[in-house]
């Protein structure tokens, strides 16, 4: 039995983020897909581990950690990897690494949310987009592109000249965007879309996307 264990529903972003991070640091773990249809995850034992019943949850031991990012960070800290160094040693610069990683969680995934949720899920169900929310939630993610080719104009990755987390937890919605209209915004941008091409190439957000597909 796998001593560290991801508890999870790999077509969620969330899941997918805590994926990639653990692959990303060639961490081994045993994957625990739950059925969130099902409310698994609203039973015992996993209320336990996340008291307020969401997904990914990751186990290592003693340690429980729930919620994707909390999992990220940490994980880029505890599984410090040679190879796939995600984090800087210099305070000042992993300081640059943070606000980044919250940029993504306030303003980033904000209308990332509302647009896949629009744009996927709803066509998914059968359902039509609200054109007027899509127009709405595109002017607020385009705002923060700017903001990011701004960024990308000085270096090449978002926290600095390496691949982090700050780039990493991107990567879940940028999967589903990139399948929708909204794929123009990054592509209007060319700092921007060369930093997309470089994240999701990575192999080890490829294994993920196989798993998503697999599901
Ligand atoms: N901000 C949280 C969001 C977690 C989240 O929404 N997870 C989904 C599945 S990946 C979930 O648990 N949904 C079921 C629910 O909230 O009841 C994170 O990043 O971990």
Redesign the pocket.
């Known amino acids: 039995m796998a001593a560290r264990k991801l508890y999870?529903?790999v077509e969620?972003?969330?899941?997918m983020?805590a994926l990639a991070s653990l692959l990303e640091h060639e961490v081994e773990f045993e994957f625990v897909a739950l059925d969130?249809n099902a409310g698994e995850?609203?039973k015992e034992p996993f209320l336990t581990l996340s008291p307020l019943?969401?997904?990914?949850i990751f186990q290592d031991g003693d340690l429980i950690i729930?919620?994707?990012?909390p999992i990220m960070r940490c994980v880029s800290h505890v599984y410090l990897n040679p190879k796939t160094n995600q984090i800087y040693m210099a305070p000042k610069m992993q300081g640059i690494v943070s606000t980044w990683i919250d940029v993504e969680d306030h303003h980033f995934d904000p209308p990332a949310l509302k647009l896949i949720s629009e744009l996927v899920y709803k066509l998914k169900n059968g359902l039509p987009p609200d054109e007027m929310t899509v127009a709405s939630e595109e002017a607020k993610l385009a705002g923060v592109l700017d903001v990011y080719e701004e960024k990308l104009s000085n270096s090449e990755f978002l926290g600095g000249d390496k691949f982090t987390s700050a780039d990493l937890t991107h990567l879940p919605s940028l999967h589903y965007l990139m399948r929708t209209p909204v794929k123009r915004l990054f592509q209007e941008r060319p700092k921007v879309s060369t930093w997309c091409a470089a994240i999701t190439s990575r192999p080890a957000w490829a294994k993920v996307v196989e798993m998503v597909m697999e599901k």
């Not at 729930?66 to 990012?69: A, I």
């Open positions: 999870g529903a969620c972003r969330a899941t983020r969130l995850h609203k019943g969401t997904l990914p729930f919620g994707s990012r």
